[in-house]
């Protein structure tokens, strides 16, 4: 069983940053894949990016560039660096835990309760 806790959401001015966390306790995180995803009210969940165990990244085009995943293995803790903020990605953030890296949400077993970000233009 394992347990994610995000944090770090809130209100941001267009252009702006803002960094989200993603806290893991149980099972072995330093193992798991860890994805982020995001819902916006009305749409489908999608994938925001991964992160391999061994810390290979990868994003969605939308978020290229502007985006960037890392993880803590010591303290169990991925976190999602978002930088040139867009209104466009406001929405409810997740993180997520698989044992592949995968941008589909079915490929992972357990998620946080979510995180809301949302961004002013």
């Known amino acids: 069983q394992v347990q994610l806790v995000e944090s770090g959401g809130g209100l941001v001015q267009a252009g702006g940053s803002l960094r989200l966390s993603c806290a893991a306790s149980?099972?072995?995180?330093?193992?798991?894949?860890m994805g982020w995803f995001r819902q916006a009210p009305g749409k489908e969940r999608d994938f925001v990016g991964y992160i391999s165990w061994s810390g290979s990244t990868y994003n969605a085009d939308s978020v290229k560039g502007r985006f960037t995943i890392s993880r803590d293995n010591a303290k169990k803790t991925v976190y999602l660096q978002m930088n040139s903020l867009k209104p466009e990605d406001t929405a409810v953030y997740y993180c997520?835990?698989?044992?592949?890296?995968?941008?589909?949400?079915?490929?992972?077993?357990?998620w946080g309760q979510g995180t809301q970000v949302t961004v002013s233009s």
């Open positions: 997520a835990v698989s044992t592949v890296t995968a941008t589909t949400p079915a490929a992972y077993g357990y």
């Open positions: 149980g099972g072995t995180f330093s193992r798991y894949a």
